[in-house]
T-cell receptor
Framework: GQSLEQPSEVTAVEGAIVQINCTYQ??????LSWYQQHDGGAPTFLSY????GLEETGRFSSFLSRSDSYGYLLLQELQMKDSASYFC??????????????FGGGTRVLVKP | EAQVTQNPRYLITVTGKKLTVTCSQN?????MSWYRQDPGLGLRQIYY???????DKGDVPEGYKVSRKEKRNFPLILESPSPNQTSLYFC??????????????FGPGTRLTVL
């Protein structure tokens, strides 16, 4: 089966850097993606890594190491509006018939002034 | 504007009263799915559909039905709702055949309470 592990909560101050780790176990693997969800809102896509390395999108970066079954989301220059839950998700080729995305439990990031 | 819409956004009902939550997307996506979100459990897939008339169970399908008669619509049906189906529900869509295959678009959510 598939499983994804990520910390449940992280607290940091404005301007700081936060790293959210995600380790996964899958029978197959296409790539790792990240979603952001504000309280009361819907998840929105942030980034996707299919290959090893770092992908940068503004203040947010995502990293993947396929050999370690590990990735992380890096939030830089934290702002109050970054307070949200962040989910990692994997797409598993072994479930190609469903092409299913499986989500981690989410990491709640609380940004303090 | 590319979007996924759901209705209703909020619903309070009683045990056993059949209900339908509608979902529609305007992006011509082939793949649609329903999730429920409960505290501490993340997003769990209920049902998915790879295309018109093609549906299959996700991780937590018990007590739910779906249909996919048109590409844009994917309603979620609770034939006999029970209190353990009280949850926040999200419809989502994406296009597996595109370069953005892993970009999933979510609807705004439906908060359902079953008394």
């Amino acid at each position: 089966g598939q499983s994804l592990e990520q910390p449940s909560e992280v607290t940091a101050v404005e301007g700081a850097i936060v790293q959210i780790n995600c380790t996964y176990q899958t029978s197959g693997f296409y790539g790792l993606s990240w979603y952001q969800q504000h309280d009361g809102g819907a998840p929105t896509f942030l980034s996707y890594n299919a290959l090893d390395g770092l992908e940068e999108t503004g203040r947010f970066s995502s990293f993947l190491s396929r050999s370690d079954s590990y990735g992380y989301l890096l939030l830089q220059e934290l702002q109050m509006k970054d307070s949200a839950s962040y989910f990692c998700a994997v797409r598993d080729w072994a479930k190609a018939a469903g092409n299913k995305l499986t989500f981690g439990g989410g990491t709640r990031v609380l940004v303090k002034p | 504007e590319a979007q996924v819409t759901q209705n209703p956004r909020y619903l309070i009902t009683v045990t056993g009263k059949k209900l339908t939550v509608t979902c529609s997307q305007n992006m011509n996506h082939e793949y649609m799915s329903w999730y429920r979100q409960d505290p501490g459990l993340g997003l769990r897939q209920i049902y998915y559909s790879m295309n018109v008339e093609v549906t299959d169970k996700g991780d937590v399908p018990e007590g739910y039905k779906v249909s996919r008669k048109e590409k844009r619509n994917f309603p979620l049906i609770l034939e006999s709702p029970s209190p353990n189906q009280t949850s926040l529900y999200f419809c989502a869509s994406r296009n597996p055949g595109s370069p953005k295959a892993d970009t999933q678009y979510f609807g705004p959510g439906t908060r359902l309470t079953v008394l």
